[in-house]
């Protein structure tokens, strides 16, 4: 049972009203079929054929003054999704999230103002140690979204992303068809994979 360890989030369809209660109740979930199926291939072709042109960028921590690149702590190389050099795919997730952003606002009042993505390259042996989304002199970043774009992915695999929830943790691999949303103010963290990871990171924010 490669996804037991899953089994502890409330695993729901892309229904905003089960997303906001579990959002609510227990801070996290994973969205089954969301993407799309279709998306989700054209996303991981996308983002394929953005880093065979070099336009993804290594990521750094921190904002503005404090902004570091530190490869030890955060090895991805990222693209934001509304970047001209997106296609189609970037296009389309975004419209979705934006929908998802109105609704939770609508259903928890959170004052969700915008929405923001980025496409993410693991290499293998890359990780994003432990953090939150929320910096420390901003706390815009309210629901952070990952969607997975990983067709294939065994537990040896690695690349989990942990997820503090109070006193446990729990694992969720980064296989395609999986988007885990919980609130930013959660910590967690990417631990290494032995194969390039690929994923989505968006953050409703307001
Ligand atoms: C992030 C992040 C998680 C993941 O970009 O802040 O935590 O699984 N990403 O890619
Ligand atoms: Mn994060």
Known sequence: MPYSKMLSLPHISFQPESIAQALAEVGACLIKDFPPPVLTTQLHAELRQLAEESLLKPAAIGRAGNHQERRDLRGDSTLWLDDPRCGQAAETYLGQLAVLRQSLNQLLFLGLKEAEAHYALYPPGARYTRHRDRFRDSDARVVTVVSYLNPEWSADDGGQLRLYLSQQ?????PHAATTLCFLSELEH????ARRERLSIAAWLRR
Request: a negative charge.
């Open 169 to 173: 943790h729990t694992d969720i691999l």
């Open 189 to 192: 963290e990417v631990l290494p």
